[in-house]
């Protein structure tokens, strides 16, 4: 038999088609980069500016080191470079700089699953797969995707801290750390996307060893400020900080990144090589026993699908909770060292340690409020694999279908904070001694759930109106966060529309039960004309 020779245009090889993936990769993102790119640097700039406005004098600015250097501060800000003289610029690295790592790291992470693990599960990709197209071609795309992302919203940022009135090489190493951090968690989700067949599982893997990387690095500077604990040197966070920009600036920390990058994405090539398309190399268990009666419906199919999300997003919010409250005495001592800083807070060290953890019980509840929020995205994914159609073809009602998704996240929502309230306020009873109850915390963190309500509420009215949109609620989500953090010094009314500005925060604050019963009734609205709105539209399908 004589052999025929396939034409070029149909011979395909590990690469073949990269570059047209790559172009509907970028043309796909491009609304999704632009509004991520803008919506930091806007973020930037504001920040900026509000430290100027309220920092702007030497002493201002001691005082605000001062506070910093504290170990509860410390966790949630980073090594604490250049507080002996604390400019703008250190301010700007130590206080902001990493809650602009840890949106892009999600953005980044996020991007590629879509790309890879997503785009297979939903037979997407097998399409893709049938033309000449060769296997390593969508990983290519799906990290290009992320990396050109990452370098628009590190280049803005760039842009930002310059016209903010930064200098150069400073805001160069801060924007370089923020780009390397995205590149890593590109890398880490690439890896991810070919361990497990199933695109939630991919992401919150990656949010797990996210997560795992804030850990390291908060404990590592508390026990060692300024990057001299070797639990710092495990965290892609901590590399980044370890530039100490403004103060020493130095960009060889970068480097261990761009190398983790580089290893992961080789690691990532290999894998893909070594199974099968729609499979992951972590086989999935089979022949699982029938479930019983009482878990069988359309909540318990919901809740089991989302358990891998639900148990990453939950420990790494209930960890975190449990670090706060280890801190808690160390807090106290802390000011109590320093009379000035006592006489901030309404009781001296125990009323100041009542309010420090009121503000990291709001922030663990914008963290649960992003999962709540973004747990609606695995409706979303359903609709767009056209899963959903074929579940609502059965005899299952829209409202059914949704509010289980909807239903689900609220539960687990309520069971993170109720644990992370239970494991705070066990952690920081210890660490002061019975200065504050654990019921205090506990009570706290229960009071925020009509404001996690609200964003839940929001997403299903976003995925029932402007399904088509519904990527943009990391905006909001976004936007909390930043208010959160740094609420006080922002313009007024930038926070009215977050709903922990409402928030009693207990146990710093009176019980106000008002703006609770409102919160829920905006919630339940919300949530009600959501429903009421994917009911009348048409399903992808």
Do not use: K
Not at 141 to 163: D, E, I, K, S, Y
Not at 526 to 533: F, H, K, Q, S
């Amino acid at each position: 038999m004589t052999a025929v020779a396939l034409p070029a245009t149909f011979r395909s090889g590990p690469a073949s088609g990269t570059g047209g993936l790559v172009r509907v990769a970028l043309r796909l993102d491009r609304f999704r980069t632009i509004v991520w790119a803008l919506s930091v640097s806007v973020i930037v700039l504001g920040a900026l500016s509000a430290l100027n406005t309220a920092y702007a004098t030497p002493e201002a600015r001691q005082a605000r080191a001062t506070l910093i250097s504290s170990p509860a501060a410390t966790a949630l800000a980073g090594p604490g470079y250049g507080l002996d003289d604390y400019t703008i610029g250190a301010m700007t690295a130590n206080e902001i700089g990493l809650w602009i790592m840890i949106p892009v790291a999600i953005m980044s992470l996020l991007t590629v699953t879509r790309h890879l693990r997503a785009a297979e599960e939903d037979g997407r990709l097998e399409l893709v797969r049938s033309a000449p197209v060769g296997r390593d071609a969508p990983v290519v795309a799906g990290l290009v995707a992320a990396f050109v992302a990452t370098l628009a919203v590190g280049l803005l940022t760039f842009l930002a801290l310059v016209a903010g009135g930064l200098e150069a090489t400073g805001s160069a190493a801060l924007a370089g750390g923020v780009v390397m951090v995205g590149f890593v968690f590109a890398g880490v989700s690439t890896v991810a996307s070919q361990l497990t067949a199933h695109g939630r599982t991919a992401s919150a893997l990656s949010m797990a060893v996210l997560g795992v990387a804030f850990l390291l690095r908060a404990i590592g500077d508390v026990n060692g400020p300024q990057s001299t604990s070797v639990l710092t040197w495990l965290s892609p966070f901590g590399w980044a900080q370890a530039t100490a920009a403004f103060v020493a600036t130095r960009f060889w920390p970068l480097a261990i990144g761009f190398v983790m990058t580089a290893g992961l994405v080789v690691l990532a090539f290999w894998l893909v090589g070594r199974r099968d398309v729609g499979t992951g190399l972590v086989a999935e268990r089979l022949g699982r026993p029938a479930a019983p009666r009482s878990l069988t419906g359309m909540v318990a199919l919901t809740a089991r699908s989302q358990l891998g999300p639900i148990l990453s997003w939950g420990f790494a919010i209930v960890a975190m909770g449990a670090v706060v409250g280890l801190l808690a005495g160390a807090l106290v001592d802390f000011l109590a060292s320093d009379p000035t800083l006592s006489q901030a807070f309404p009781d001296g060290p125990n009323g100041a340690a009542a309010g420090a953890l009121a503000v990291y019980t709001v922030f663990l509840a914008v963290t649960t409020g992003a999962y709540a929020a973004t747990a609606l995205g695995a409706a979303r994914a359903e609709e767009v694999a056209t899963r959903g159609a074929a579940v609502l073809a059965l005899p299952v009602s829209r409202w059914r279908w949704l509010g289980a998704q909807a239903g689900v996240a609220g539960v687990a929502s309520v069971v993170i904070m109720l644990v992370t309230g239970l494991a705070m306020g066990a952690t920081a009873a210890g660490s002061l001694d019975g200065a504050v109850s654990v019921g205090q915390v506990v009570g706290g963190a229960l009071v925020t759930l009509p404001a996690i309500g609200c964003m839940l509420g929001l997403a299903v009215l976003v995925l029932g109106l402007a399904p088509r949109v519904f990527g943009l609620i990391w905006a909001y989500v976004v936007y909390v966060f930043v208010v959160g953090l740094f609420g006080p010094l922002l313009p007024d009314g930038s926070d009215a529309l977050s709903p922990f500005t409402y928030t009693p925060q207990l146990p710093a604050e009176a019980m106000d039960w008002t703006p609770v019963v409102v919160l829920t009734v905006v919630a339940a609205v919300l949530m009600v004309a959501g429903l009421a709105a994917f009911r009348r539209r048409d399903v992808t399908g």
